[in-house]
């Protein structure tokens, strides 16, 4: 085993330097843009992967209403040599966050929602805690419930229904009175998948596919079921002092609302059009979405619903990261421009990546956070 350290770290090597995979020239006519050119673009892409030693890493650009460039770099599966394409599917991480919350907003526009009557009103199984919860608390973080403890997030178990997740998080208190306070937490999330379910009178995936995937043109994003064959998945890694292993096992039936899909980033990119172009939802509706609601005193994240909001709108965006995936979603609304970097190795640093790729493309990018 000592052996193939080193010739693991000589593939990677030679997979990174090698020109993108999954597509010819031809192909990548997603690949010249309005304002830079592909070889540029590549270059900023290939040096992150060496910095980083990412296995694979997927990418896309809207730009001007279009998407302008799409591809695939790396690997897949290391072990099997199988190179990554634009059709190769990587956990989304948290961004499924903001699938979900459309998928609610949906709801609240058809009148079947209302985010700020108790929860228990479409999720029964959830049950009362010492202050009543809302969907809207639940969408921005600020409800109260709780986010991971140590060693949860690699939970094997696998959960039939959406509330048997409810079991690993529902008899703890809440952490504040809701909405005083902000907590990241994807359990929340899986309370808002069941209020959906109850206000939808459907399964939770299959509201989302016939609400927000299908309208948006997300033809290849899929719950991240790990009993499915499910084909073009990619297998995900991680680094352990300085050498890629494979990532930690993990079942996600427990919180597909907030991080149990697996997806590209074209399909990321085709949501953030179809959001920009009111495919998804009104203006109204994506308005109340983009607007940061958490107490500024109480989290570090401008959080809206379902979304990241910097500078008061300009800038949304979501990660995510996970066993085996970092992801990223970016977008500026009034240029309809939208970036989405997928990379099947956990704990990757994808920021400083799309801000040389926003400038690159002569794209205003947010400062820094403290």
Excluded at 48 to 76: C, E, K, W
Excluded at 138 to 158: D, Q
Excluded at 255 to 274: M, R, S, W
Excluded at 353 to 364: G, K, T, V, Y
Aim: proline share 6%; aromatic share 8%.
């Amino acid at each position: 085993m000592k052996r193939r350290v080193p010739a693991l770290g000589a593939m990677l090597l030679a997979l990174l330097s090698a020109a993108p995979a999954g597509s010819s020239a031809a192909d990548t006519a997603h690949g010249a843009t309005a304002r830079t050119d592909a070889a540029r673009l590549e270059r900023l892409i290939t040096t992150a992967m060496h910095a980083q030693q990412i296995p694979a890493l997927t990418v896309a650009i809207l730009q001007a209403d279009r998407m302008v460039y799409s591809n695939a770099f790396g690997t897949a599966d290391v072990e099997n040599s199988v190179p990554a394409t634009r059709e190769t599917l990587i956990r989304t991480g948290s961004i499924a966050k903001s699938i979900t919350a459309v998928a609610a907003m949906t709801l609240v526009e058809s009148g079947r929602l209302n985010l700020d009557a108790a929860v228990q009103t479409y999720c029964a199984p959830f049950p009362p805690k010492q202050w009543p919860i809302t969907t809207r608390e639940l969408l921005g973080h600020t409800s109260g419930i709780r986010h991971y403890n140590p060693g949860e997030i690699e939970s094997t178990h696998h959960y039939r229904w959406m509330s048997d997740g409810f079991a690993i998080f529902a008899g703890d208190p809440l952490l504040f009175t809701p909405g005083t306070g902000f907590q990241y937490s994807t359990y929340g999330y899986t309370v808002v998948g069941c209020a959906i379910e109850g206000a939808s009178g459907e399964r939770f995936q299959d509201y989302v596919a016939a609400h927000v995937l299908e309208p948006a043109g997300m033809t290849h994003t899929f719950v991240d079921d790990v009993f499915e064959i499910v084909p073009h998945r990619a297998r995900g890694y991680q680094k352990i002092d300085g050498q890629v292993k494979n990532a930690a096992l993990m079942d996600s039936s427990y919180k597909i609302p907030g991080g149990g899909y697996v997806t590209t980033a074209e399909d990321l990119v085709h949501f953030a059009q179809a959001l920009l172009d009111g495919k998804l939802l009104q203006a109204g509706a994506l308005a109340q979405m983009w607007v940061a609601s958490a107490p500024s005193s109480h989290g570090p994240l401008p959080y809206g619903l379902g979304f990241i909001v910097w500078d008061g709108g300009r800038f949304i965006e979501h990660d995510g990261g996970q066993p085996g995936t970092s992801t990223l979603l970016f977008m500026i609304p009034k240029e309809k421009f939208a970036l989405a970097l997928l990379a099947n190795m956990d704990e990757v640093k994808l920021h400083p990546l799309a801000r040389d790729i926003a400038h690159e493309m002569q794209m205003p990018f947010p400062a820094p956070q403290p």
